[in-house]
């Protein structure tokens, strides 16, 4: 499923955001860049030792919620990962919309940044961090389609998901854009 935001394409596919060939992907890390599960060890794991070494070595104080660091693709196809931190779910009354949306966009600025013409992102904060996978979805998609409606880039912004049940909570907010 597409949708065009001006010239900049908004994509959803279910998939493994590692074997994505876009110029950059998102890693939902943890705030000491310190690998893990899920989205994060995947990645890890596909990317290389290297990518470990460069975030021990260039952010030694790790990342905050709503930020995001960027290091080689090591192994990938991409030539970027953007680690970012998304919110831990505390009931919503903690920020946790802010920052969700702040993790999206930090991603964005460092994929205008870096001249990306195609990020893929993950559902960040819906895993472990247990942000409700409907909230979550409607400040990604809310937040990635106002950046490209002011910057108008990157031109290519994927949403890689890990099940037919998050393609399909994309899916409703995305379709909700034609009305």
Not at 6 to 23: A, K, N, Y
Not at 35 to 51: L, N, Q, T, Y
Not at 97 to 122: G, K, N, Q, W
Not at 149 to 157: G, I
Request: charged content about 20%; overall charge negative; hydrophobic content about 35%.
């Amino acid at each position: 499923m597409k949708r065009l935001v001006g010239s900049c394409v908004v994509e959803l596919t279910v998939g493994d955001i590692t074997s994505e060939q876009t110029d950059a992907i998102v890693n939902a890390a943890n705030s000491q860049l310190a690998g893990g599960g899920g989205v994060d060890g995947a990645i890890h794991r596909a990317a290389g030792p290297s990518i470990m070494r460069q975030t021990r070595e260039h952010y030694p104080d790790g990342c905050p919620t709503g930020g995001a660091v960027v290091t080689d693709g090591g192994q990938l196809a991409a030539r970027y990962i953007f680690h970012t931190v998304g919110p831990i779910w505390q009931g919503g009354r903690s920020g946790e919309p802010d920052l969700l949306r702040s993790a999206y966009r930090s991603c964005l600025e460092l994929a205008v940044e870096h001249e990306c013409r195609s990020i893929a992102f993950p559902a960040i904060s819906t895993g472990v961090y247990g942000y409700p996978l409907d909230l979550a979805t409607e400040a990604a998609l809310d937040e990635i389609r106002l950046f490209l409606e002011s910057q108008r880039a990157p031109e290519n912004v994927r949403c890689v998901l890990f099940s037919e049940g998050a393609f399909g909570a994309y899916s409703r907010v995305l379709e909700s854009w034609d009305r």
